[in-house]
Structures are given as structure tokens and as C-alpha cells.
Nanobody, 120 residues
Framework: QVQLVESGGGLVQPGGSLRLSCAAS????????MGWYRQDPGKQRELVAS???????NYADSVKGRFTISRDNAKNTVYLQMNSLKPEDTAVYYC??????????????WGQGTQVTVSS
């Protein structure tokens, strides 16, 4: 199994910045892609950004130009730099990894979530 541990959430004023980190550990054969999702109470979980092993990235339209996802393959860690934060960015942010635990066994793994609150 693969475990994901997130850090870096918190309270920030509008216009501020936060950096989220997510480290993967456990039985990792290969990580195909990592990403960040967010969820507000009563809403569906939505993709914020993703990055594959080749460093290709994908962003939700609402965060393009403000958020940057990056990945350290050697450390099995993904980061989300969030700038120019808005109140509507407030949510629980979840780390996701699609990973192989052997040459043939793969799964989607989730972190426990970290709260990001943007408020004055």
C-alpha cells in the first residue's frame, strides 16, 4: 500500500500565499501521476492540478496563473504553490497519487486532507 501525508494548510488572508506538500511512502514501485483535489462541504471533490512522471501539468481553469504544481520524483513528493489566494479557494485539499505497488498492481491513493481557509 501507498500512504500520502499532506502538510502546509492553514489560514491566510485574501491575496496571500500557501504551499502544500504531499509525501508518498510505502510499497511504491512507480508513481504515474500525483495531484491535488479540493472539496467544500456539500460539493463534489474537484481537480485543482495534476502532474505526471514526465512533469506535464494540468490545472483547473479557476486556478490557472495563480497555482503551480511541482513534483520531486526522487522524494515521491508533490507540491502546490498557491498565490493570490481568494476566499473561494477555501476548501479541504486532498493529495492524490496513482501508483503501482508492483509491476502490475496499481491503485488510486488519497491523503487525509488539509484545510485551507482564505479569509480576512
Amino acid at each position: 500500500q501507498v500512504q500520502l501525508v499532506e502538510s502546509g494548510g492553514g489560514l491566510v488572508q485574501p491575496g496571500g500565499s500557501l504551499r502544500l506538500s504531499c509525501a508518498a511512502s510505502g510499497s511504491i514501485f512507480r508513481i504515474v501521476a500525483m495531484g491535488w483535489y479540493r472539496q467544500d462541504p456539500g460539493k463534489q471533490r474537484e481537480l485543482v492540478a495534476s502532474i505526471n512522471a514526465g512533469q506535464s501539468t494540468n490545472y483547473a481553469d479557476s486556478v490557472k496563473g495563480r497555482f503551480t504544481i511541482s513534483r520531486d520524483n526522487a522524494k515521491n513528493t508533490v507540491y502546490l504553490q498557491m498565490n493570490s489566494l481568494k476566499p473561494e479557494d477555501t476548501a479541504v485539499y486532498y493529495c492524490n497519487a496513482r501508483a503501482y505497488s508492483s509491476y502490475k498492481d496499481w491503485g488510486d491513493y488519497w491523503g487525509q486532507g488539509t484545510q485551507v481557509t482564505v479569509s480576512s
